[in-house]
């Protein structure tokens, strides 16, 4: 009886230690990370239209800077020609910013939207050239 409980209490303990370890560990920090890769936003666009799958690979959860002049703008998103929607992180302030203007934008590319034709990028924040 004593060794079940032993056994019981270390099984609760391990339960708890993996509980922690993934639902409190901190969260990525992509405005402090390097970016992996400097491209065009057509570049970028591109790849995604001729091989999905292969654009994952290289592209898919990576922090890049894309430069590319803006068809959309918003207090919370812009859209870079030729169709990158970039979602920016909090605090993001679109002053001084227009449409058609060139930016550089750093963020994580999370998909591929083939209905909308877009390839998506969260936590974006504008590089100061």
Known sequence: MKKWLIIFILLIGVALAGYF???HKPHRNV?????SVHLRARELFDAYKQ??????AQYLDQVVEIRGAITELDDNHLILEPGIYCQMAEGFAPSGLT??????????VVSFDELFEEVRVDQASLVLQ
């Open 51 to 56: 091989e999905v799958s292969a654009a994952n």
């Open 99 to 108: 449409e058609g203007g060139e930016v550089t934008v750093k963020g994580r």
């Open 21 to 23: 370890y993934v639902f």
């Open 31 to 35: 405005q402090a990370e390097e970016a």
